[in-house]
């Protein structure tokens, strides 16, 4: 029994290595397409869109929503010790520093991340990647480039996005319907708050659109197995790449808040 435990172990930590190895030459050889041949802009632009614009407004009731509910528990706890007028920098630090990027990398990851190895892994099962190739297209400028870029660069604004309202929507449950003072709660943000939360928050998006946009990519290039091999792909990028963003946020975090 225990032998049969070890050797399984051991099997999915080869495997756990091997991916791991792939993956890192996946993302060795689209950084050296992106420096070494031209870049499709007007592709970039449509993933920019496809990932950026349609997700605005997940992103928009996921930010309202944390907003809402981070005042309502600091409230509740605050209240304890007669410090309520901390709940200000409690809720701009929380969705700066950490729910904003990280809730709009897990939105986009649902929404756009499944449907671009979804697409990328129909196009490997029915050969079109390899049609791209015999036609002399690299499949890495031509697919995978313009969607990580895409990906790296739009994920910053919905962070953005996802901050703004969710700290909007703090103030507005905070004195409009716990009775907080208004003016306590920005001068407490005022006292608090530094210019390096907002620029360590907006290096984490950049780095959570960097891994997700690979990850997604990744699936669905080496998609095999026919049409439930892309849901199992579709589905491991999804898990794959939450729980690398989750990782990624730890590591990032202490290497940035931690002193």
């Known amino acids: 029994m ?3 435990f070890v050797s399984s172990l051991g099997a999915m930590t080869l495997q756990a290595c091997r991916d791991l190895g792939n993956l890192g030459l996946f993302i ?3 950084i050296y397409t992106l420096f070494t041949t031209r870049l499709r802009f007007k592709k970039v632009l449509y993933q920019m869109n496809y990932i950026g614009i349609n997700s605005l407004t997940i992103v928009f009731l996921v930010g309202v929503s944390v907003g809402a509910v981070l005042a309502l528990q600091s409230y509740i706890g605050l209240e304890r010790f007669g410090s309520t007028q901390f709940i200000g920098p409690i809720v701009y630090l929380s969705m700066t520093r950490e729910f904003g990027p990280v809730f709009a990398a897990l939105m986009v990851i649902g929404r756009a991340g499944s449907a671009i190895t979804s697409e990328i892994g129909t196009m490997r099962i029915t050969e079109q990647i390899d049609a791209l190739q015999t036609l002399c297209i690299d499949p890495y400028q031509y697919l995978i480039v313009p969607r990580i870029v895409a990906g790296t660069f739009i994920l910053p604004f919905l962070s953005i996005f996802c901050t703004l309202f969710g700290i909007l929507a703090g103030y507005i449950t905070a004195v409009y319907v ?4 208004a003016e306590t709660y920005m001068e407490a943000i005022r ?6 939360d907002i620029v360590n928050g907006l290096v984490k998006a950049v780095v959570f659109g960097f891994l997700l946009s ?3 990519t990744y699936k669905g290039f080496y998609t095999s197995g ?5 849901g199992l792909a579709t589905t491991q990028s999804v898990v794959y790449a939450n729980v690398t ?3 990624a946020d730890y590591i990032l975090t202490s290497l940035m808040f931690t002193r």
């Open 2 to 4: 225990s032998a049969k």
């Open 28 to 30: 060795y050889e689209a």
């Open 178 to 181: 716990l009775n907080v003072n």
């Open 191 to 196: 006292a608090n708050v530094e210019l390096s």
């Open 214 to 216: 690979c990850v997604a």
């Open 226 to 230: 026919g049409a439930k091999g892309v």
């Open 245 to 247: 963003i989750v990782i």
